[in-house]
């Protein structure tokens, strides 16, 4: 009896590390099972929605095909044909102009907002005053500044007319004007969004570094540009690629407000995609377009990505 009490004295302790690994795997496994519920309406969403458009729009693209009839296989033609087309040389142009408008001017005046409420009070309610036009619907706000821009009797072109006593430009169709309107639509709108990123981005930065520059009497601008500036970095960069995809997709503001016009001046990518697609019914022509897009967003994101390390900081 004494040598089987000891033997289980023995072997008692020499189980339990067996049965602490069983139960450790059974949880893990019970986990990874859990995860994989939790995770499988994203993974059918993305499947549905993502990734199998994406596939099928790389094959219509090598198809013709009118949107009815059968497809036909053609293979690189519609990007061929897609090059060789002058409106799409002509889009190219103008949502490029129209990138250099809007970005570097959305991003720094969100950027300065930011930093102006960030050392007010009532945050809050700032920060809904100036995200409210980012979550209005796109085509009542052009509707609303197709009022404003109007060249006879819109707003903008009275105050000029009251307090500077000059005639404004007939925005919406001069082709000089045309861009730069639909820019500083797109500005306002996006203001509020990125104005909420950089100051997401100015509470993470630590009081520590302030203090320490004003004790070696570093001034307010000072500050901002060798602290706030660099630490705001990650944000920045992050605010930049979405704001140039965003800049790339334009199409709601020119498509509701010019149709593209006056002579072309406001005739974008997308809408050149929407025209192929559903006036001249080349819907194989217009995938490629979307297709060669999808390329140039993916190279300048990647292109920003390589160069980000030369200018991003991180804290750590």
């Given at each position: 009896?004494?040598?089987?009490?000891?033997?289980?004295?023995?072997?008692?302790?020499?189980?339990?590390?067996?049965?602490?690994?069983?139960?450790?795997?059974?949880n893990k496994t019970s986990d990874g099972?859990w995860g994989y519920v939790f995770i499988?309406?994203?993974?059918?969403?993305?499947?549905?929605?993502?990734?199998?458009?994406?596939?099928?729009?790389?094959?219509?693209?090598?198809?013709?095909?009118?949107?009815?009839?059968?497809?036909?296989?053609?293979?690189?033609?519609?990007?061929?044909?897609?090059?060789?087309?002058?409106?799409?040389?002509?889009?190219?142009?103008?949502?490029?102009?129209?990138?250099?408008?809007?970005?570097?001017?959305?991003?720094?005046?969100?950027?300065?907002?930011?930093?102006?409420?960030?050392?007010?009070?009532?945050?809050?309610?700032?920060?809904?005053?100036?995200?409210?036009?980012?979550?209005?619907m796109s085509v009542a706000v052009a509707?609303?500044?197709?009022?404003?821009?109007?060249?006879?009797?819109?707003?903008?072109?009275?105050?000029?007319?009251?307090?500077?006593?000059?005639?404004?430009?007939?925005?919406?169709?001069?082709?000089?004007?045309?861009?730069?309107?639909?820019?500083?639509?797109?500005?306002?709108?996006?203001?509020?969004?990125?104005?909420?990123?950089?100051?997401?981005?100015?509470?993470?930065?630590?009081?520590?570094?302030?203090?320490?520059?004003?004790?070696?009497?570093?001034?307010?601008?000072?500050?901002?540009?060798?602290?706030?500036?660099?630490?705001?970095?990650?944000?920045?960069?992050?605010?930049?690629?979405?704001?140039?995809?965003?800049?790339?997709?334009?199409?709601?503001?020119?498509?509701?407000?010019?149709?593209?016009?006056?002579?072309?001046?406001?005739?974008?990518?997308?809408?050149?995609?929407?025209?192929?697609?559903?006036?001249?019914?080349?819907?194989?022509?217009?995938?490629?377009?979307?297709?060669?897009?999808?390329?140039?967003?993916?190279?300048?994101?990647?292109?920003?990505?390589?160069?980000?390390?030369?200018?991003?900081?991180?804290?750590?």
């Amino acid at each position: 009896m004494q040598n089987q009490t000891a033997d289980r004295s023995v072997s008692a302790p020499a189980l339990q590390p067996d049965n602490k690994r069983k139960t450790a795997l059974t949880n893990k496994t019970s986990d990874g099972i859990w995860g994989y519920v939790f995770i499988f309406p994203q993974l059918v969403g993305l499947l549905l929605f993502s990734l199998i458009p994406l596939i099928s729009a790389f094959v219509l693209s090598m198809m013709k095909w009118d949107g009815m009839g059968e497809k036909q296989f053609v293979g690189l033609d519609n990007f061929i044909n897609t090059f060789k087309d002058e409106d799409f040389r002509i889009a190219v142009v103008n949502t490029l102009y129209y990138t250099v408008l809007t970005v570097p001017t959305g991003i720094i005046l969100a950027m300065l907002i930011a930093v102006g409420l960030n050392r007010v009070k009532g945050k809050l309610i700032y920060r809904l005053i100036y995200f409210m036009p980012n979550i209005t619907m796109s085509v009542a706000v052009a509707v609303v500044f197709m009022w404003l821009f109007n060249a006879d009797f819109g707003l903008i072109n009275l105050y000029l007319k009251e307090w500077f006593g000059i005639d404004g430009p007939r925005w919406l169709t001069d082709t000089r004007f045309v861009m730069p309107s639909i820019a500083m639509l797109s500005v306002w709108m996006g203001l509020g969004g990125n104005m909420v990123l950089f100051l997401a981005g100015l509470q993470g930065i630590s009081a520590s570094y302030y203090e320490a520059a004003q004790i070696d009497g570093a001034s307010k601008w000072q500050q901002f540009v060798n602290i706030t500036v660099p630490l705001l970095s990650p944000t920045t960069f992050f605010v930049t690629i979405m704001t140039i995809i965003g800049s790339f997709q334009v199409f709601d503001q020119s498509f509701v407000m010019t149709s593209g016009g006056p002579a072309k001046a406001s005739y974008t990518i997308v809408f050149h995609i929407y025209d192929s697609a559903f006036v001249d019914f080349t819907f194989g022509k217009s995938t490629a377009t979307a297709v060669i897009l999808f390329i140039m967003i993916l190279a300048l994101t990647l292109f920003q990505m390589k160069i980000s390390k030369r200018w991003v900081h991180y804290e750590d």
